[in-house]
């Protein structure tokens, strides 16, 4: 039947994402209202309910909310810290303490409250610490120190919160499944999305002689796809390899082809310049100069170069030039500064 929640307890929701992997609490959320919750409405320990299999043989834990089950529900396998749990849902129950406190995962998730709890179901237990927090006069469930790949879903009631963390220990490779699936379908034939996965893969240092081969399909016969982005990826992906000579041997038809701009040649010399290699980055400053003589990107480019090489007077001089065709007010005060730090002989690197 469908009637307002028993006790004005709200149904409530809560989702996080971590990557691919959907997480999401469904609960009642009673309020404090003026009650003592902690060792007095909320027993600490396990409770005679003394209905169905509550029992003085067989104690129930917290409900962890109020009305129906608490539930919980994975959509991809995770770690409850640090101990695996299989994707699915779950009945969301907890044992609580004046400080440790324990959360129980039950397989059984349908159920009315605590009432019907059994041990013999419990997919996993960890044990946590709670914590003292500001008051929260509703019940609810939140997720904090969120990254891509964790966690840490907190229940907030009263002035207390009981942490626990989850993460997904195969994260990344979810993504790399999904863009295999992507690519079976009219995604795989654009080379833009070709490069941005790849470069996921030479960014994350995981799964990179597949990513090559995606990016090989695009540059290799027939196709002979001969763009900047492509050959900046293969780069990318060689370097991540630890191929050194191979990247920098792509890289360098990459900043000869047609469509490189002033910008992206400059960015890659100033790659090299952080990869402790400056001697390597000027000759790549250079053919952007050759190509775009009159642009403050090459000007400024060669002036990092000079620069990184410590060579302040003509880093200087290609400063000057370059603070002369720019007409950005806010590029051309960063030329100014970087112009100062020449002048005292600092470098702009």
């Known amino acids: 039947m469908t009637l307002p929640p028993s006790g004005n307890n709200q149904k409530s929701e809560v989702t996080q994402y ?61 770690q409850v810290e640090g101990k695996p749990l299989k994707a699915g849902t779950y009945g969301l129950h907890m044992i609580p303490g004046e400080t440790d406190w324990t959360i129980i995962f039950s397989n059984s998730s349908g159920a009315w409250g605590s009432f019907s709890y059994v041990p013999e179901e419990d997919a996993l237990r960890v044990t946590v610490k709670s914590a003292p927090c500001e008051h929260n006069e509703f019940l609810t469930y939140e997720f904090t120190d969120r990254l891509q790949n964790s966690a840490t879903a907190r229940l907030k009631w009263e002035k207390l919160s009981v942490p626990f963390k989850i993460s997904v220990p195969n994260g990344d490779d979810l993504y790399i499944k999904k863009l295999r699936e992507e690519f079976t379908s009219q995604k795989g034939f654009a080379w833009q999305n070709i ?74 010399g100033r790659t090299l310049i952080t990869q402790q290699r400056a001697k390597d ?54 030329i100014e500064g970087m112009i100062k730090k020449l002048e005292k002989g600092e470098s702009i690197n």
């Open 195 to 268: 490069v941005a996965a790849a470069n996921f893969c030479a960014t994350k240092k995981i799964n990179l002689d597949e990513a090559m081969s995606w990016l090989n399909a695009f540059t290799n016969p027939p196709r002979n796809v001969k763009y900047f982005p492509l050959y900046n990826s293969k780069g990318n992906v060689f370097t991540a390899m630890g191929k050194k000579d191979e990247a920098d041997a792509i890289m360098k038809e990459a900043i000869n082809l047609p469509d490189a701009t002033a910008g992206q040649i400059a960015n890659y």
């Open 18 to 78: 971590l990557g691919l992997a959907k997480i999401t609490i469904i609960y009642s959320s009673p309020d404090v209202g003026g009650r003592e919750i902690w060792g007095k409405l909320v027993p600490y320990g396990l409770s005679n309910l003394g209905f169905l299999k509550s029992t003085e043989q067989n104690p129930s834990p917290w409900r962890a909310g109020a009305n129906e089950n608490t539930i919980i529900t994975f959509s991809h396998d995770v």
């Open 281 to 334: 980055a000027l000759p790549v400053f250079e053919v952007g100069f050759k190509r775009f003589p009159t642009t403050s990107v090459a000007l400024m480019g060669m002036a990092r170069g000079y620069s990184a090489n410590s060579d302040s007077k003509k880093a200087l001089k290609f400063a000057q030039d370059a603070l002369k065709v720019e007409t950005d007010p806010a590029a051309k005060t960063a």
